[in-house]
């Protein structure tokens, strides 16, 4: 793949965004490469949670102008069907049976807003700036934004921050609960591996039902997620995963798993 590199280190997923001399822009090309990343996640048991993340300094800022100017007399039929595309992804990146982990390291503007929007948990570095910065353009927030941020900071604080197109750094997206913690460059990486290496150790059928169930809750009201709960922990109730921790906590040992390690 031209636009990430992908390993599997301890049954984490990791994804790179490798252009950073171009900013990583969220082009066909990066959105090809994400999905096929995706495709194998969805298709290997073995990998239990993905981080997506880019080379330090980087994140991703957004289209490609000069992919975007190149088709501007392109028609509506066009750019409703490029957005579907992007949206598919996205569909498939919210609904993957896996915790994501985010880990910003520089510009989060527009597309790459939206993207870090899809993680379940986001760390950032103090280099970390985020944008909706689509009305420069004379755009409408895409790639799920308009869903996406009303859900993360309230219906107000997302008109403001889509109209005003300004930049907000790492600690006022941490207030905002936009991320969840800010660390320095140097150590960002690293305490996205220990959750996600702490996160390998959950039970993966009891983590996916709670990833699926938490996604619809702000949709769904109470006689549905309260059936939905039902459901769910008869699934998880089925498989073999509670045992060991039950009886691990019976025989006064530790369970399995304990959380992830809270930041130092």
Known sequence: MDTLDFEVVNNVGWIRMNRAA???????ELRADLMTVLERVRDDADIRVLVLTSHPGSFCAGGNLHVLRDNLDSGPAYWQQRIKTG???????LNLGRPVIAAVDGPAFGAGFALSLTADIVLASPRARFSM????????PDLGALY???????????KELMFSTRELDAEEAHRLGLVMEVH??????QRAREIAESLVQA????LALTKAALNVSL?????????LEAASQAAAFSTKEPRAAIEALLSKQPPPFRGFPRRS
């Open 22 to 28: 171009k900013h990583n822009p969220f082009d066909a």
């Open 184 to 189: 320095e460059s140097e150590a960002l990486e």
């Open 219 to 227: 949709d769904s009201d109470e006689q549905t997620m309260f059936s």
């Open 203 to 206: 039970a993966p059928t009891a």
């Open 148 to 158: 996406l941020l009303p859900r993360a900071v309230g219906l107000q604080r997302a």
């Open 133 to 140: 910065a689509y009305l420069r353009l004379g755009l409408v």
């Open 87 to 93: 949206l598919r992804f996205i569909h498939d990146m």
